[in-house]
């Protein structure tokens, strides 16, 4: 079989050409970054883990009509996705503060706030993804003022079900980053929910014990990763079956 043809590598996924003209393949790698990259480690089955939750948390928005631009998930690490014209913006949906609001505003973390904050990030590692307000948006051309709207209220969404789904099995949704992408019907256009959701671009916190089950156990070391996503995993049942022990132990004579 020829090999495929690569569209772009990214710090934690992989996109190649996909079997049809729109379509593309999304491969999870087992890659974790932090602080722009500066930190870095393999860290073994945390693909597997992404591709699987993000295959939940995607086809959940598009079964309650949020688009996404999921198709179905092919194997362990990959899954077939609409091709989209990505947005160069990061957009975070904050219910409680942590992170860089905390810092940037002297916030303790875990302050609930009054409502979801919506902010948006200009995707540019060189700048180190700097907040950007809706002003820079428009006056450089990145998104229209309908385009903003349309993302807030997809954001909102998102948020939404999210923080429903974590809240039904024990974790609150602390805050997420999506991104959202173009798709084009002709002259229609439509933006979708692009990229992934995954404990990797979230930040999930235990209800009772405020255990971190998401990046922050990578960033700030605080133990293993691969551990914080299974549960996160195993809870929400979308653990892959090689990896649970669904039978009980046999003992090998
Ligand atoms: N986030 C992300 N990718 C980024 C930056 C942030 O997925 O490049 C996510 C992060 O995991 C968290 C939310 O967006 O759930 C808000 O992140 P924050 O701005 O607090 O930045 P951080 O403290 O992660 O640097």
New binding site residues.
């Given amino acids: 079989m020829a090999r495929r043809k690569k569209i772009y590598e990214g710090k934690a996924k992989i996109l190649y050409e996909g079997p049809e003209p729109g379509t593309l393949v999304q491969y999870f790698k087992d890659d974790a970054t932090?602080?722009n990259a500066e930190k870095h480690d393999v860290i073994e089955g945390k693909g597997v883990l992404n591709n699987r939750l993000s295959e939940f948390f995607m086809s959940g928005l598009n079964a309650i009509g949020v688009p996404t631009h999921f198709i179905k998930r092919l194997n362990m690490r990959e899954q077939l996705v609409r091709q989209v014209e990505i947005i160069p913006l990061?957009v975070?949906v904050?219910n409680t503060a942590?992170?860089?609001?905390?810092?940037r505003l002297g916030i303790d973390e875990g302050t609930p706030l009054p409502r979801p904050i919506v902010?948006f990030?200009f995707k540019d590692d060189a700048l180190g993804?700097p907040l950007v307000t809706e002003e820079h948006i428009i006056a450089f051309g990145w998104a229209s003022q309908q385009d903003l709207d349309d993302m807030v209220a997809l954001a909102l969404r998102v948020n939404d079900f999210l923080s429903g789904v974590m809240m039904a099995v024990g974790i609150k949704l602390?805050?997420?980053?999506i991104e959202i992408g173009r798709i084009w019907d002709g002259d229609f256009m439509r933006l979708v929910v692009a990229d992934e959701i995954s404990p990797?671009?979230?930040?999930l916190w235990d209800i009772k014990t405020g255990q971190h089950l998401?990046?922050?156990v990578f960033?700030r070391d605080l133990g293993s990763l691969t551990d914080a996503y299974t549960e996160v995993a195993k809870r929400l049942g979308v653990l892959p079956t090689n990896v649970t022990h669904a039978t009980k132990p046999t003992l090998i004579n």
């Fill in positions: 932090a602080f990061e975070v904050r942590a992170g860089s609001m905390s810092k902010e990030y993804d602390v805050d997420f980053k990797d671009s979230c930040r998401d990046k922050d960033r």
